[in-house]
């Protein structure tokens, strides 16, 4: 179902040195997957087969880090569901070289100081709180600890877990790593036509992204292992 998506990022006019298929043994512990005949026909696509445990979205990039290792590789995380255009990963390439200690997406979120409401950041090079993950994006090697984040993920409840965005941008935000937009000189994302109708989608799920995100917040708050939004602690937001 996702061939479009894999085509959209094999069209990019930067080409990847690997992408990345991450697969746990079953999905949400339940189903097996399968491989489509055509995967195997591209030398730059690598089955990662070698977790055992399936961590929700998390997924498109934790297994990734005992892969890559050199501090200065770019990881470009996308979501199945999510066609580039052409100038994407050159526009997140040109941006992470000029600015190496931040990570960008292509569309952000900030939290109000005040109310804790989830307000939207678009433009080119705009600081926000959160990674936005099916925007798609960028990171370099350096900027993770792959023990820590490892452990501030089995330590939430597994209703957290699916909170991507809120856990990747957290764990940057405590290592001091800024986040922020990047616009595309052309183009812009395009839905697979089950981007709406996958009944497995997590947007979804129990109350919604929101409403998650929103409890996450409290529960890292209430833990002091909260770093989006807290403005007395070193590693403060640009």
Same mark, same amino acid.
């Given at each position: 179902?996702? #061939?479009?998506?894999?085509?959209?990022?094999?069209a990019?006019?930067i080409?990847?040195?690997?992408?990345?298929? +991450? *697969?746990p @043994?079953?999905?949400?512990?339940?189903?097996?997957?399968? $491989?489509?005949?055509?995967?195997?026909?591209?030398?730059? $696509?690598r089955?990662?087969?070698a977790?055992?445990?399936?961590?929700?979205? $998390?997924m498109? *990039?934790?297994?990734?880090?005992?892969?890559?290792?050199?501090?200065? %590789?770019? $990881? &470009?995380?996308?979501? @199945?569901?999510?066609?580039?255009p =052409?100038?994407?990963?050159?526009?997140?390439v040109?941006? %992470?070289?000029? !600015?190496?200690?931040t990570?960008?997406?292509?569309?952000?979120f /900030?939290?109000?100081? @005040?109310?804790?409401?989830?307000? =939207?950041?678009?433009?080119?090079?705009?600081?926000c709180?959160?990674? !936005?993950?099916?925007?798609?994006?960028c990171?370099? #090697?350096?900027?993770?600890?792959?023990a820590?984040?490892?452990?501030?993920?089995?330590e &939430?409840?597994k209703e957290?877990?699916? +909170?991507?965005?809120?856990? *990747?941008?957290?764990?940057l935000?405590?290592?001091?790593v800024? /986040?922020?937009?990047?616009?595309?000189?052309?183009?812009?994302?395009?839905f697979?036509?089950?981007s709406d +109708? @996958?009944?497995?989608?997590?947007?979804?799920?129990?109350?919604?992204?929101?409403?998650?995100? !929103?409890?996450?917040?409290?529960?890292? !708050?209430?833990? +002091?292992r909260?770093? *989006? %939004?807290?403005?007395?602690?070193?590693n403060?937001? =640009?």
């Amino acid at each position: 179902l996702f #061939r479009p998506v894999v085509e959209s990022i094999l069209a990019q006019s930067i080409k990847p040195e690997a992408i990345y298929l +991450n *697969l746990p @043994d079953k999905f949400r512990g339940q189903a097996t997957y399968s $491989i489509p005949d055509w995967l195997p026909g591209h030398a730059c $696509i690598r089955s990662n087969r070698a977790v055992k445990e399936d961590w929700g979205p $998390i997924m498109k *990039l934790l297994p990734v880090l005992s892969r890559e290792t050199d501090p200065d %590789t770019i $990881i &470009l995380t996308i979501d @199945d569901d999510v066609i580039f255009p =052409p100038e994407a990963l050159t526009s997140f390439v040109e941006a %992470t070289r000029r !600015q190496p200690a931040t990570a960008f997406c292509s569309m952000g979120f /900030r939290f109000a100081e @005040d109310t804790g409401h989830i307000l =939207p950041v678009r433009g080119h090079l705009k600081a926000c709180h959160g990674l !936005q993950g099916f925007s798609g994006c960028c990171y370099r #090697r350096a900027h993770f600890d792959e023990a820590a984040l490892k452990i501030a993920v089995r330590e &939430l409840p597994k209703e957290f877990q699916i +909170n991507d965005d809120i856990i *990747l941008s957290n764990h940057l935000a405590s290592r001091g790593v800024r /986040r922020a937009t990047v616009q595309f000189p052309s183009g812009r994302l395009e839905f697979t036509e089950w981007s709406d +109708n @996958d009944p497995h989608a997590l947007k979804s799920a129990g109350p919604g992204t929101h409403a998650r995100y !929103q409890q996450i917040r409290k529960y890292l !708050q209430a833990r +002091n292992r909260w770093h *989006l %939004t807290d403005r007395s602690r070193r590693n403060k937001e =640009p």
